[in-house]
């Protein structure tokens, strides 16, 4: 019995911080959202999250319902990007994680540590950033909002000066 690959379309959308890619499906959630530099990582990320079935990816114009939102974020309306309906796989431990880190508000930050206790896994430290890293709609679940126990800068896959001008902007827009 073969299974038939989800289809997905992709769209390439310019921002301040670079090109950004957008993977949506055909009921308007986004699928995965990387930065056109880092387009290896998303497509590592995404066949690892649809390995059972696969993806096909076909270039196209992203849905205004998921758009929108993204240029309002960047316009400086920061919770525009709130409703974005999403869809990832993913285990329910890094599920757990990711809809922790949605309910961060912009402008404000979590350690590492401090987002394991919030999803009662305390000690659970280091899978919570493994499963930060794995995210896959980036931005929209916002992993760069996740900072060192000491306040520091800690990874993000889209690079470390784009996590810096995320939470610039969000101070500067609150």
């Not at 990320?45 to 319902?65: D, E, I, N």
């Not at 240029?71 to 431990?93: H, K, Q, W």
Request: glycine letters at 12%; proline letters at 6%.
């Amino acid at each position: 019995m073969s299974t038939r690959p989800q289809s997905f379309t992709v769209d390439r959308v310019d921002t301040p911080i670079g090109a950004m890619l957008l993977v949506t499906d055909r009921q308007e959630r986004l699928r995965a959202l990387d930065w056109a530099d880092h387009e290896e990582r998303m497509h590592r990320l995404l066949r690892r999250h649809y390995r059972g079935t696969g993806f096909a990816l076909t270039p196209g114009a992203t849905l205004a319902s998921v758009r929108r939102p993204l240029d309002a974020y960047f316009a400086g309306e920061l919770t525009a990007i709130d409703g974005i309906p999403v869809e990832t796989g993913g285990t329910p431990f890094q599920r757990d994680v990711w809809a922790a880190l949605r309910r961060i508000p912009a402008g404000q930050t979590r350690s590492y540590g401090a987002l394991a206790a919030e999803i009662g896994r305390p000690s659970a430290v280091r899978a919570v950033g493994l499963a930060n890293g794995a995210n896959p709609v980036g931005l929209v679940v916002p992993c760069h909002r996740v900072i060192g126990a000491d306040g520091s800068l800690t990874g993000y896959g889209g690079g470390l000066e784009r996590k810096r001008w995320f939470l610039a902007h969000e101070r500067s827009s609150l």
